[in-house]
């Protein structure tokens, strides 16, 4: 239908999830990538995790958690 798409994919939907991205800090960095995939899918997981996040919608204010600050904090 020449609509742009997400190439990460809502597992209870099957559609796209919507437009974003995300950035997790964490020791392992294949936890990070997990956790940042599963934000940009469901970006209410930011109230839920303690690591370090943050998630940019396309349309909308950046969100993040409240330890993402101590990563900006000297």
Do not use: F, M, N
């Amino acid at each position: 239908d020449g609509r742009a798409a997400h190439h990460l994919l809502d597992p209870e939907t099957g559609e796209p999830a919507p437009a974003g991205q995300a950035t997790v800090v964490a020791d392992d960095p294949v936890e990070a990538e997990i956790l940042a995939k599963a934000i940009v899918i469901r970006p209410a997981l930011l109230d839920e995790i303690e690591a370090p996040a943050l998630y940019v919608p396309a349309a909308g204010a950046p969100r993040s958690t409240a330890t993402w600050r101590e990563v900006l904090a000297p």
